[in-house]
T-cell receptor
């Protein structure tokens, strides 16, 4: 399984943008980049995913480097409810898209 | 909004007992998964299930574990003889298989405590 590297933790102020980085230098051409998050005492929750192009949805934006070896999850205005562990995960459609979770980045949001 | 549900929310059992964890995936989803998370540790993949058979399983998913979709709506995880180290949160997830839409929807989890 392709590996990702994320900072252990990050801190943000409420109402400010947050950029969560992820390195995936061994990504293959068919791997999708997924972001999930896990709020305290809850199951993981899908945030966004992409393959090559930048993606936007109601929750966040995903910026993918041109060489696909890194990506950044962007929360445009962090709220206290965004405090969670954020996971950057590579998946392959070929293998049923199982999710291999790492330790993720703990995002703390200060009011 | 459709959601994955899991029952029970908390299960306490004695070591060596059998437990069945139940999940109701979202109705038009075709891929189903079980994951577990030991307290303070990473979420770990256990098994994926598609077209009424296991499509992939991890090393954790040994002969003590089995999955079943008995009636077209429920998706169950059975642990035949529980061990202390099976204590964890167990999450069920489901995924629609349609075009490029690739999201896995997770349930709230079942906390299994083995005494």
């Amino acid at each position: 399984d392709a590996k990702t590297t994320q900072p252990n933790s990050m801190e943000s102020n409420e109402e400010e943008p947050v950029h969560l980085p992820c390195n995936h230098s061994t990504i293959s051409g068919t791997d999708y980049i997924h972001w999930y998050r896990q709020l305290p005492s809850q199951g993981p929750e899908y945030v966004i995913h992409g393959l090559t192009s930048n993606v936007n949805n109601r929750m966040a934006s995903l910026a993918i480097a041109e060489d696909r070896k890194s990506s950044t999850l962007i929360l445009h205005r962090a709220t206290l409810r965004d405090a969670a562990v954020y996971y950057c995960i590579l998946t392959s459609r070929e293998y049923g898209n199982k999710l291999v979770f790492g330790a993720g980045t703990i995002l703390r949001v200060k009011s | 909004e459709p959601e994955v549900t899991q029952t029970p929310s908390h299960q306490v059992t004695q070591m060596g007992q059998e437990v069945i964890l139940r999940c109701v995936p979202i109705s038009n989803h075709l891929y189903f998964y079980w994951y577990r998370q030991i307290l303070g540790q990473k979420v770990e993949f256990l098994v994926s299930f598609y077209n009424n058979e296991i499509s992939e399983k991890s090393e954790i998913f040994d002969d003590q574990f089995s999955v079943e979709r008995p009636d077209g709506s429920n998706f169950t995880l059975k642990i035949r003889s529980t061990k202390l180290e099976d204590s964890a949160m167990y999450f069920c997830a489901s995924r629609i298989l349609a075009g490029g839409f690739d999201e896995q929807f997770f349930g709230p989890g079942t906390r299994l405590t083995v005494l």
